[in-house]
């Protein structure tokens, strides 16, 4: 069985405001951990499937965001 890995990992920044903006959700933040959230994930994540079967749906504005948080994912899967 091939197993892929899906993050949802939108939003617009409201939930948390002031600490999270719409260029800065919480996903970005270290709210858990000294790591941002959407990090934390990953990292749980990744015994499960490589970075190669993982994607991260998320708003266009943040796809830079998120893959300067993992350079290990490739583009096209976020």
Same mark, same amino acid.
Do not use: C, E, F
């Given at each position: 069985m091939i197993r892929w890995n899906v993050v949802l990992a *939108? *939003?617009?920044g409201s939930r948390f405001w002031p600490l999270?903006?719409?260029t800065r959700p919480k996903q970005l933040?270290? @709210?858990v951990t000294d790591a941002p959230m959407l990090c934390d994930t990953l990292?749980? @994540?990744r015994p499960s499937a490589p970075p190669e079967r993982t994607l991260? @749906?998320?708003n266009a504005t943040l796809r830079d965001a998120v893959l300067a948080l993992d350079p290990t994912?490739?583009?096209?899967?976020v």
């Open positions: *939108g *939003g617009i999270s903006t719409p933040l270290p @709210l990292d749980r @994540l991260v @749906l998320t994912l490739p583009a096209d899967n």
